[in-house]
């Protein structure tokens, strides 16, 4: 039920939405002197021409003075104009969003954009020059937001169109930058050994250090059946921690979780399961495989007498690395005869690789790992997780240089007889190690596909529980 109007009253006036009155309105209020308004108006004219000469004369453009407005939005400042422009959005989509009401008599009639709403002339009059000063400046086409403002202002430097690529730069241009200065970097080193190779003195030294060092005269001849396997599993693990290692370093969404079993092999008493992704599960049990080979592989060297062929016996390792560094580096190989005797690089190579990267690697892996005691707090105290990190990673980075290094010059030093003794475990020049080595090859890559969640999903959860 709706009160009817009074005819004696005027009726009251409805305003828009975010309207702020100059002075509260009254009923008794007394009307604006025709003296006082008109003083008013001037000084508002003289204030909007001297707005608009200013942008005349400025030298900034209007999309300049549009990017310093952007740049002061991102400051936190806040800018009359566009908060008017906000207003009257809102106030405009709110009229829009708002059903049909029933009208009161006497008021006039509401619109949707409220344009017909009546305001009082003192009102319009004295807010109108402002407002058309500041749209003459930033029209609203002219308007946009601070992205948008920054991404053509980059695309316009570079003289393209306005997109992504323009702003970031192509994909590729990183990696081509790299291997071009890697590139420009090898062939001064090619060059710089071959010209040290001219010296009178250079030649000297190689001559009296040929790159081999010192070896005990009883030291194994030739590489048995049960190296060649555990180097062809060494390579077979290292190449999928390797790619598991970086999954787990740089994948965003895992394509699962893990929970271990309590007290089960990779929760040990005194631990709380903990949850893992996927990926991690996976590189923790493919380092217990590769640990174990590697186990059996130390302890047949020392057994064997084989270690005697890949720790340096004596100090002339060093002069012969040096001088076997600068015979690689002129491309002028040293005297290769591995089935026999290791240059000097090759000797420190594998010295390092057995006996410093691998422990290192096994170190800093457990602590990251499920295995960490948690009730050693002195322990980890003393070795923190964050020196883990900074340590696997790089040795991660060791054992990728010294397989890439490693295959490199098994191709470049005599392919076949090389292959024959890492795989077949003979001194001789044929086909046969080529053609294990292609066999293991085609093994890794089907064992590089199987380890997809699809194929280890079932497997983890017979280990533990499994969640997405």
Known sequence: MTSEPNPSQPPKRRRMAGYT???????????????????????????????????????????????????????????????????????KSAADDTPARKRRMGAPPHTAGGEGVARPSTDSAVRGGSGAAQTSLFPPAAKATSSTRLLDTKGAARGGPVSKGNVAGPGWRKPAVVTAVLIILGLLVVFGARWLRTLEGVQQFVMSYSGHAWQPEGAPVGIPAWLGWQHFFNMFFIVLIIRTGLQVRTERKPPGYWTAKKNSFFSPKGNSPKKVSLSQWLHQSLDVLWVANGMIFVALLLVSGHWTRIVPMSWDVFPNMLSAAVQYASLDWPAENGWVHYNALQVMAYFVTVFVAAPLAVVSGVRMSTWWPERAERLTRIYPVDWARALHFPVMLYFVAFTVVHVFLVFFTGALQNLNHMYGSRDMVDWWGLVIFLISLLVIAAAWFLIKPLFTRPIASRMGKVTK
């Open 21 to 91: 009155p100059l002075a509260p309105e009254r009923a008794d209020a007394e009307p604006v002197p025709a003296e006082r308004l008109e003083t008013h108006l001037q000084q508002q004219q003289r204030g909007d021409s001297l707005v608009a000469e200013t942008a005349m004369t400025s030298p900034k453009t209007r999309d300049d003075v549009t990017a310093l407005i952007d740049k002061k939005q991102l400051q936190g400042m806040d800018l009359p104009s566009e908060r008017a422009a906000q207003e009257n959005e809102q106030s």
